[in-house]
């Protein structure tokens, strides 16, 4: 089958042809139908995260969503034909094994989610990791409910996603972005309100604030604009260092609290939502030929958007 693999650091990704994976003990082969490209793809190949691949030579790409051609022994959750999607991982492909830059993989099946079918897959490939991991900052460390008042910090990739969410568990949401010109694209995702700053939002009672920029100031505004006991959920990482007021963290009982990488089970919840069709990413599509050149220019930076290779 062909692939794209990664050879060393700084050097471009190679076409080569490999051998079709088999399904072993716990494991399913997955046809690929679609896979994200990821700034972690960048670093894997730039050498910030190169120490992290279990092995090199190796095919890149952990952003996957496909369906199970192949079923190995002791797999009882997946049967061939069905939709799946490979959450992201340090143990999954595309990091630890061979990844979704190729025309199927192998994976633990215990590592796997079922994709519904309202769900399409390119939206499904980049849900494995950033739809994910905005659900695990609004719901899982954010406790958003049905009603609140929240405050979203930036609204990227990941931070779109999140006002998304937020809006789909019916929570009033308030968005804080610098670039104006996309101020209609957040209305349009459900925002009651748009600002530069999130300060401007402190008179509506903000009950949670996550901060998906992470520039430090970006941290500094959702402490002052947080109500008293309110909690602000830290995601975005621009900045290393933030210089927040102690004092009003202590007087006004706030929870300051860091979110990370999601889980499989955030996987599984957000493609439930999903299933409604309230919640995507916007994406780029690209085909299978596509993905080096698209990687350059994702390390440009610069895109409104997340590329998305499909496969027919």
């Avoid at 992290?52 to 030579?57: A, D, F, G, R, Y």
């Avoid at 972005?177 to 309100?193: L, Y």
């Avoid at 402490?223 to 290393?240: S, T, Y």
Wanted: charged share 20%; with cysteine; proline share 4%.
């Amino acid at each position: 089958m062909k692939a794209w693999q990664f050879t060393g650091i700084d050097e471009p990704l190679i076409r080569v042809e490999i051998p079709t994976p088999k399904a072993g003990k716990g494991e399913i082969v997955v046809t690929i139908k679609a896979a994200g490209l990821c700034h972690s793809d960048v670093s894997f190949m730039d050498g910030t995260i190169t120490s992290l691949l279990k092995h090199i030579p190796t095919v890149l790409g952990h952003e996957i969503a496909g369906v199970v051609s192949e079923v190995g022994e002791g797999v009882d959750d997946f049967k061939v034909g069905q939709r799946v999607g490979v959450p992201a991982t340090t143990e999954g492909p595309g990091t630890a094994t061979n990844g979704g830059f190729a025309d199927s993989v192998v994976v633990l099946a215990e590592l796997c989610v079922h994709v519904p079918d309202e769900v399409p897959f390119e939206q499904a490939a980049p849900a494995m990791d950033a739809a994910r991991t905005a659900y695990r900052a609004i719901v899982t460390i954010g406790q958003v409910q049905k009603g609140m008042n929240i405050g979203v910090i930036g609204s990227g990739g990941l931070g779109s996603l999140g006002v998304q969410i937020a809006n789909e568990l019916g929570a009033k949401v308030y968005v804080a972005e610098v670039n104006e010109k996309v101020w209609d694209e957040v209305k349009e995702m459900g925002a009651i309100g748009v600002s530069a700053d999130i300060r401007d939002f402190e008179s509506v009672g903000l009950d949670v604030i996550v901060d998906f920029a992470g520039f430090g100031t970006t941290t500094a505004s959702a402490i002052d604009a947080i109500k008293p006991r309110g909690r602000v959920v830290q995601i975005g990482l621009a900045k290393e260092m933030a210089t927040i007021s102690a004092q009003k963290v202590t007087m006004k009982e706030i929870t300051y609290v860091g979110a990370s990488n999601g889980e499989k089970l955030e996987a599984d919840e957000v493609l439930k939502l999903m299933a409604s069709g309230n919640i995507k990413s916007k994406i780029i599509k690209i085909t299978f030929d596509d993905i080096p050149d698209s990687l350059d220019q994702l390390k440009k930076g610069g895109l409104n958007g997340r590329f998305v290779a499909i496969y027919e």
